[in-house]
């Protein structure tokens, strides 16, 4: 059964890291666009970050601070988040698929669970 797992959250002041992991479930693994999203409370989803075989894509607003990666030996994608500051505070989803545009959350076809990542000043 397909399922994505994501762990590494928490709550962290600013300017603190946190690296976030997903485990999937994918047959062919490698072959997925694997992403981020996350939703701040009373707020729409909003891509983070996502690689596609070794290219990655950013949200201007983390652009410096998160690096996204991925072990397909492990079935595994990380988000190395650095310098967090209140604004990142939010749930924190893994995402799977083969989208055409990485950004939009209808596109992809498997999604975690959710960790929420609170950022305090």
């Known amino acids: 059964q397909e399922q994505l797992v994501e762990s590494g959250g928490g709550s962290v002041q600013t300017g603190d890291s946190l690296r976030l992991s997903c485990a999937a479930s994918?047959?062919?693994?490698?072959?997925?666009?694997m992403a981020w999203f996350r939703q701040a409370p009373g707020k729409e989803r909003e891509f983070v970050a996502a690689i596609r075989t070794s290219n990655a894509y950013y949200v201007d607003s983390v652009k410096g601070r998160f690096t996204i990666s991925r072990d397909n030996a492990e079935s595994m994608v990380y988000l190395q988040m650095n310098s967090l500051k209140p604004e990142d505070t939010a749930v924190y989803y893994c995402?799977?698929?083969?989208?055409?545009?990485?950004?939009?959350?209808?596109?992809?076809?498997?999604w975690g669970r959710g960790t929420q990542v609170t950022v305090s000043s």
């Open positions: 995402a799977a698929g083969r989208p055409v545009v990485l950004q939009r959350a209808n596109a992809y076809d498997y």
């Open positions: 994918l047959r062919t693994f490698s072959t997925y666009s």
